[in-house]
């Protein structure tokens, strides 16, 4: 028999346990958003929905129309949830806010809605990034919006590739569910997903090699001398999924053009870390754990290093000898 992620949700008691409902409730919220966006990117070539939208985001990036598309569906479903107090997204300079009660609205959720999509064009896997942190005792938003990553309840991603895979966790491991067209379900493919203590890849866009700070070039020649692979998709979801799938490690160092790193810590680097960590790995800002960085902005970025427990304490090494 199948198990969809809303049973799988009520089936695990968790920091939502008095209130399972409301979370699968608000999870079937972000899994009906992710499947909207799904059947618009299979057929993007024949709809019209490639390319620009002709305005820039909060990012000064410019907007891709599925990027629009993504958002609202995302602002539209997850709205309709009374659980929901804020929605941060990539792609608004300001949350949204709810006039909801600390008793009714308990939850922040924070997403990145189409990570990746310059690459939709050229047909490359893309993905959605989904974070979620409860709301403060005293209900302050903002205070709420910026808690560490170690506060996450739940954090994960959708990746839309050759299949549609939804990769979650709340706290108790990390699990995958690979949609199936024929009825419209995620379905359980991964069970309790584990990174590999080791793998055969380094993830970084070596273009930027000059600019690192000391110690990167020196770790990856490293990893190069003991026969390591090179594989950057340039689409963060799709390097993390291999990343958990095969072991390895994803760099984006510090650069000249962006020193604070170029990925955003509340929608990129905070759930990718919280999914790291659950499934065996760990996660870096290059000084310290990523989730325990205090955020000051809702779009700030961070150096993020990510990946199997060998490489990353490799890493670790490695930078407190330069
Ligand atoms: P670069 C895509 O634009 C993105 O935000 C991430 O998905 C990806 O990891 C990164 O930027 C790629 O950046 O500078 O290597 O092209």
């Given amino acids: ?51 620009a939208y002709g305005s820039e985001n909060v990012q000064g990036e410019q907007q891709q129309k599925l990027d629009v598309y993504a958002n609202q569906a995302l602002l539209h479903c997850l709205g309709l949830r009374d659980s929901v107090a804020a929605l941060v997204s990539e792609e608004d300079e300001e949350p949204v806010t709810f006039d909801r009660s600390v008793k009714t609205g308990k939850y922040i959720i924070i ?19 989904f974070s979620i942190h409860k709301r403060l005792q005293d209900g302050d938003l903002n205070a709420s919006i910026l808690q560490p990553g170690t506060r996450q309840v739940a954090a994960g991603y959708v990746v839309y590739g050759p299949s549609t895979v939804l990769v979650y966790t709340t706290g108790e491991g990390v699990h995958g569910f690979t949609l199936d067209p024929a009825i419209g379900a995620f379905v359980l493919s991964h069970e309790n997903m584990r990174m590999p203590d080791r793998g055969p890849y380094y993830s970084v866009n070596e273009a930027n090699a000059a600019s690192w700070p000391d110690g990167y070039a020196e770790y990856l020649a490293e990893l190069r001398g003991e026969g390591y692979s090179s594989r950057y998709i340039g689409s963060l979801v799709a390097d993390f999924h291999r990343t958990v799938l095969k072991g390895g490690v994803f760099l984006y160092p510090p650069t000249r053009k962006q020193p604070g790193g170029k990925l955003r810590l509340l929608y990129e680097a905070n759930p990718l870390a919280f999914l790291a960590e659950q499934a065996g790995g760990m996660a870096s800002n290059g000084t310290g754990r990523t989730l325990e960085i205090q955020p000051a902005g809702i779009h700030q970025r961070t150096p993020f290093m990510v990946g199997s427990r060998w490489e990353m304490e490799r890493f670790q090494a490695v930078m407190r000898e330069v």
């Avoid at 189409?114 to 896997?125: A, E, H, K, T």
């Fill in 1 to 51: 028999m199948i198990t969809t992620v809303q049973q799988h949700i009520l089936e695990q008691q968790q920091d939502f346990s008095e209130a399972s409902g409301t979370f699968s409730w608000l999870l079937s919220g972000i899994t009906l958003a992710t499947k909207m966006i799904e059947a618009k990117i299979r057929s993007a070539g024949l709809t019209g929905v490639l390319g």
């Fill in 111 to 129: 997403f990145d809605p189409l990570d990746g999509s310059s690459n939709i064009d050229v047909n490359v896997n893309v993905g959605t990034i």
